[in-house]
């Protein structure tokens, strides 16, 4: 990598030439010594607090005959993107570079200026530089501690896997009851979208924002600061759901946000002002009439631009666009695969935002509803993007096969199979239900489950990796990872031996968190 950088300081070049020599009408031409400044390498990844780093320079000087004490050296780290917003600091003035790093997490650019003391000649080379934190990559458990307060604990994977507990202690916020859950809105994937990048602590008391690398929060950081509406809307108001996150972690300049008190906002772009404005839990025939949103929102994972909401004072779906201001209900055909307006006493049990990709979508989302007269139970699979709301396919669960489904307490929906897993105590159940293809599985597991998610967040495992979180008293909160087996004609669930955390919270929920932070 060669990028040598050649500056003459023309003024003090001039300057150090009228002080040297004197004008007799004839020239004495010099050589210059030029300097080649290599061997930086092409980037560096450490973490912050923790790493040191060492670089050794490859200078080659073209007269190696004159004094290297006539040389001074500094290295530069740069950050922001131009003008004002930049910054420099200098973390080194000796030629070999040994630096305790302690710059703060983020992306950066380190220069290695060589400068001739005599002649005023500057030569430069330049190399990436990647702070984080040990807490900026990995997955985020939140859940009760042994005192039943919430906390969390982070399988972190600064470079190798390592286990953090109890990141939210002592962090300024009272202690919190009732974990439910825990949501990062995305890495940003430009410098400007920095102050957009949000790790929501969401509990039975209160939902709260918190900073994505020390933790710590204020009694401020609550989501009703950031709403302004002229509509009645209640003095608190806490996120439980949000969507913005791509696979991966990167950031999505638009936001949707779910609360538990049934309502969800939306911002087309964050860059418009990063404020939200009058609910979408409301129709554009009546602004005013507020209903009841059930508190997920469905959407395309693969992209999300908009879209499905479920209104749970009138038992019906309506979707919204990323750039709309109400909700638009969605209306039935006669031989539809289900209804999006449902017959009397049918609710919502359950629903989730797959990575099935089923009739050529960017990820379907499902729901398991429920008849309260029959008790029987059906599941709906649609597909949710921007101004569309297409219905896939639609599904009466077998009443005979689906042990135990009515006294499930957690569900998960597979992305790469026709499979709804559900967990009765100690045991697991996976009930098939592809059309002439029902059947029901199930395996026991080791101890009462706490928690179970499928991973369509971090883009690693082609979303057949199912977590489990389990609780006793002994081994306090566990966290397994499972493998799917892909083939259709048979259950698989293989554990994966080198994921297994021991020692954590009892967790309600699980969040991918990839950031230089």
């Not at 957009?196 to 994505?212: C, F, P």
């Not at 599904?395 to 006294?407: C, F, M, P, Q, R």
Request: hydrophobic letters at 35%; glycine letters at 8%.
């Amino acid at each position: 990598m060669k990028r040598n950088i050649v500056f003459f300081l023309t003024s003090v070049f001039i300057c150090l030439s009228v002080a040297c020599y004197d004008d007799k009408g004839s020239y004495d031409y010099k050589d210059v010594n030029e300097v080649e400044v290599d061997g930086l390498g092409t980037s560096y990844n450490l973490i912050f607090k923790k790493d040191t780093l060492k670089i050794t320079p490859e200078l080659k000087f073209t007269q190696d005959s004159l004094s290297l004490d006539r040389y001074g050296y500094e290295w530069i780290v740069v950050s922001g993107i131009s003008g004002s917003e930049e910054t420099r600091e200098v973390i080194g003035t000796e030629r070999n570079l040994k630096y305790f790093v302690e710059l703060e997490p983020g992306t950066y650019t380190l220069y290695l200026k060589v400068r001739d003391k005599q002649t005023g000649l500057l030569w430069m080379n330049y190399t990436s530089l990647t702070v984080r934190t040990e807490v900026g990559l990995g997955w985020l458990l939140i859940g009760e501690d042994a005192e039943g307060y919430v906390n969390v604990d982070m399988i972190a994977m600064p470079n190798d896997t390592i286990v953090i507990n109890n990141l939210l202690s002592n962090n300024g916020l009272p202690r919190l009851k009732g974990p439910k859950s825990i949501m990062y809105t995305g890495s940003p994937y430009a410098s400007y979208l920095a102050p957009y990048e949000k790790l929501w602590i969401a509990t039975e008391d209160r939902s709260y924002y918190v900073n994505t690398s020390t933790f710590e929060g204020e009694l401020m950081n609550v989501f009703e600061t950031m709403v302004y509406s002229y509509l009645d809307i209640p003095e608190q108001l806490n996120p439980v759901h949000l969507l913005s996150q791509r696979t991966g972690g990167s950031m999505n300049t638009s936001r949707s946000v779910a609360c538990a008190e049934g309502f969800v906002f939306n911002i087309s772009s964050l860059l418009s002002g990063g404020d939200y404005a009058n609910p979408l839990n409301r129709t554009a025939d009546a602004p005013e009439k507020l209903f009841k949103a059930y508190p997920y929102i469905f959407a395309s994972l693969g992209y999300v631009s908009g879209g499905v909401l479920y209104d749970t004072d009138n038992g019906r779906f309506l979707r919204f666009t990323s750039s709309g201001s109400t909700s638009t209900a969605l209306l039935d055909n006669s031989g539809e695969a289900f209804p999006w307006i449902q017959p009397e006493g049918r609710t919502l049990v359950y629903g989730e935002n797959t990575m099935d990709t089923e009739g050529g979508s960017r990820g379907n989302s499902f729901t398991l509803m429920k008849d309260a007269g029959t008790g029987k139970y059906f599941i709906y699979k649609f597909y949710a993007y921007g101004s569309s709301a297409q219905k896939r396919a639609g599904y009466e669960v077998k009443s005979s096969l689906a042990t135990d489904i009515d006294k499930a307490e957690f569900y998960a929906f597979a992305s790469n199979r026709s499979l709804l897993l559900y967990v009765v105590g100690k045991t697991l159940y996976a009930y098939d239900y592809k059309v002439g293809y029902e059947k029901l599985y199930s395996m026991d597991l080791p101890d009462e489950v706490s928690m179970m998610k499928f991973d369509v967040k971090s883009g690693y495992g082609d979303y057949n990796d199912l977590y489990i979180a389990t609780y006793n008293s002994t081994t306090g909160g566990t966290l397994q990872k499972y493998v799917l087996g892909t083939d259709q004609n048979k259950f698989e669930l293989k554990p994966d031996e080198r994921c297994y955390w021991t020692g954590l919270v009892k967790v309600k929920d699980m969040e991918w968190k990839n950031s230089a932070q």
